[in-house]
């Protein structure tokens, strides 16, 4: 069935550091992939995206690759701060309103 | 200021009883979602409406109760036929693919309630 597989689901870096979450998914009709922020008791904050026309996006510290070959794309963060800390969502967008959204991964920036 | 609200943020239910779980937005969007979270899952679709009085189900509709009769409130009421509520519950809302010209759909989500049941 549709899936996305997201790893990995705890991630430890030092401040200052990169971390880089990946994200694997099965429906190869998927054309947009968002990535979400989500800090503790909030909902989801939409942080990046990227849609399958384009390979590479980057905004300030945060940037997002998508391998359409593979079916993979991943989330990389660059000179992470302690406000970094959360959790990360990667979704894949199936159309006709679906998403599918992967396991989450828990990022904590050390001081 | 425009955003989604979900109301209460925290809510407490005992078994056999339905509870109705608000969401609000005004950020002038056609369609609402709800979804639910579980540790260590991803977010699962429960229902989802594209437009004022009509709604669809997603892939855990079951247990679940919705209305849209306005287009800025989407009502979810969790029924006592859901077996295992307790869970944490985000609206989000988006335009419609076809009138923002985009193939896909920006979602906005809500802060979230959380339903424990007692």
């Known amino acids: 069935g549709e899936n996305v597989e997201q790893h990995p689901s705890t991630l430890s870096v030092q401040e200052g550091d990169s971390a880089v979450i990946k994200c694997t998914y099965s429906d190869s009709a998927s054309n947009y992939f968002p990535w979400y922020k989500q800090e503790l008791g909030k909902g989801p904050q939409l942080i990046i995206d990227?849609?399958?026309?384009?390979g590479e996006k980057k905004d300030q510290r945060i940037a997002v690759t998508l391998n359409k070959t593979a079916k993979h794309f991943s989330l990389h963060i660059t000179e992470t701060q302690p406000e970094d800390s959360a959790v990360y969502f990667c979704a894949a967008y199936l159309g006709t309103y679906k998403y599918i959204f992967g396991t989450g991964t828990r990022l904590k920036v050390l001081a | 200021d425009g955003g989604i609200t979900q109301s209460p943020k925290y809510l407490f239910r005992k078994e056999g009883q339905n509870v109705t779980l608000s969401c609000e937005q005004n950020?002038?969007?056609?369609?609402m979602y709800w979804y639910r979270q579980d540790p260590g899952q991803g977010l699962r679709l429960i229902y989802y409406s594209q437009i004022v009085n009509d709604f669809q189900k997603g892939d855990i509709a079951e247990g679940y109760s919705v209305s849209r009769e306005k287009k800025e409130s989407f009502p979810l009421t969790v029924t006592s036929a859901q077996k295992n509520p307790t869970a944490f519950y985000l609206c989000?809302?988006?335009?419609?693919?076809?009138?923002?010209?985009?193939?896909?759909?920006?979602?906005?989500f809500g802060p979230g309630t959380r339903l424990t049941v007692l």
């Open positions: 950020l002038n969007h056609d369609a």
């Open positions: 990227i849609r399958s026309n384009v």
């Open positions: 989000a809302s988006s335009i419609v693919p076809a009138r923002s010209g985009s193939s896909y759909n920006e979602q906005f």
